[in-house]
C-alpha cells in the first residue's frame, strides 16, 4: 500500500530491535462478551510519532503515524475497532470470544527509542441464571434439615447463599447447601447467589418457617394472578 513507508519501518525495526524496552507494566482486563472495550495503557511516553496495535504478535490491527490518518489493516479488527491516535487508546465494540489475548502496544518516539506495551484481554460470558434444586428438607422436633443445591451450567462460578439476615458464613458458601435450622435461626427465603468477574445472578426459595416450602418466585406469580383473578370475579360477581 505504502511501499516506501513499509521499507522504511521494516529498516527502523530492525535498526531498533536493540532498543526495544519491553516494561513490567503490563496490564489485563476482564471484560463481559458483548461489551465495547477500550484498551488503555497508562504511562505511554507522550509524542510518539509511530504507534501500532497488534493482536498477539501476529496480526496488525491498526498503525498509525503522526500526521497521518489511523490506517486499519484488513482483519476481522478491521469494522470493529477505532483508535485515537492522541491517546493511543484501542476502542473495541463488542468483544467475543474471538478477541481474547494478548495485545501490544508498540510506539516509537521522536528520539528513534521503541517501547512495547502488553495487556491481555478475558472475553467472558455473563453467568447464567442458577436454578434451587432441593435435594432434601427434614422436620426433626422444632428444628429443621435442609439440603439445597444450586445448579449451574458452568461450574467455575462463585456461589454466595443469603437467608432474611444475611449471608451464610463462609465455610457453608459451595454449590451445596447443607444446615440444620433452628427456631432462632430460621429464615423465610434461602437465595443462591452465582457471580464470575463480570456479573452475577441469584435464584430464591421462599418458606414458611421452619421448613415448609411457600413459594418459588416464579409460583408468586402465578398466586399474585390467582388472587387478582379471583379478587376480579369476586369484584364482578358483587357489582
Ligand atoms: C457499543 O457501541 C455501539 C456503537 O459503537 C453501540 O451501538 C452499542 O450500543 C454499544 N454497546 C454497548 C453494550 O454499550
Ligand atoms: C512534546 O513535543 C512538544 C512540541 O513538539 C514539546 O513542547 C513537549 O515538551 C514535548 N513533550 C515531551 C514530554 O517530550
Ligand atoms: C527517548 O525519549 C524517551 C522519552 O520520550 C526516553 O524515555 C528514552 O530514554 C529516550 N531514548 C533515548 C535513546 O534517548
Ligand atoms: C446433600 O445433597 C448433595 C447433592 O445431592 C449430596 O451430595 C449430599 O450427600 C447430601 N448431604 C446429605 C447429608 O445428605
Ligand atoms: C465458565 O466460566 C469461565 C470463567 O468464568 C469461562 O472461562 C468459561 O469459558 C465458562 N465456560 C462455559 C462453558 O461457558
Ligand atoms: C442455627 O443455630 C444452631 C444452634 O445455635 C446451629 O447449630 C446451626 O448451625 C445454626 N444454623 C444456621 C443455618 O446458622
Ligand atoms: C437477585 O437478583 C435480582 C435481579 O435479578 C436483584 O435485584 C437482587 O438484588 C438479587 N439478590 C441478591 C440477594 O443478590
Redesign the pocket.
Given at each position: 500500500m505504502y511501499p516506501r513507508r513499509w521499507e522504511l519501518y521494516l529498516t527502523l525495526d530492525i535498526l531498533l530491535l536493540p532498543l526495544l524496552v519491553t516494561s513490567n507494566q503490563d496490564t489485563s482486563q476482564i471484560v463481559m462478551s458483548g461489551s465495547n472495550v477500550s484498551l488503555q495503557i497508562s504511562e505511554i511516553?507522550?509524542?510518539f510519532t509511530h504507534l501500532t496495535w497488534l493482536h498477539t504478535t501476529k496480526q496488525k490491527i491498526v498503525e498509525w503515524t503522526l500526521g497521518e490518518t489511523p490506517n486499519y489493516f484488513q482483519s476481522r479488527f478491521k469494522d470493529k475497532v477505532i483508535l485515537d491516535p492522541e491517546s493511543a487508546v484501542l476502542h473495541i465494540k463488542e468483544v467475543g470470544k474471538e478477541e481474547n489475548g494478548i495485545y501490544l502496544l508498540r510506539v516509537l518516539m521522536?528520539n528513534g527509542s521503541e517501547k512495547e506495551r502488553k495487556i491481555t484481554l478475558k472475553v467472558i460470558d455473563p453467568v447464567p441464571k442458577p436454578v434451587i434444586k432441593i435435594e432434601k428438607i427434614q422436620k426433626l422436633d422444632d428444628n429443621c434439615y435442609l439440603n439445597l443445591s444450586c445448579l449451574t451450567q458452568n461450574e467455575s462460578v462463585d456461589y454466595l447463599w443469603y437467608r432474611d439476615s444475611g449471608p451464610f458464613s463462609k465455610e457453608l458458601q459451595r454449590s451445596v447447601l447443607e444446615v440444620i435450622i433452628n427456631p432462632q435461626n430460621q429464615s423465610k427465603f434461602y437465595t443462591c447467589q452465582v457471580s464470575n468477574p463480570v456479573s452475577s445472578k441469584n435464584d430464591t426459595l421462599y418458606f414458611i418457617p421452619p421448613c415448609d416450602l411457600a413459594q418459588s418466585s416464579g409460583v408468586t406469580q402465578i398466586a399474585d394472578w390467582l388472587m387478582f383473578t379471583v379478587l376480579t370475579t369476586l369484584g364482578l360477581l358483587f357489582t
Open positions: 511516553p507522550k509524542n521522536q
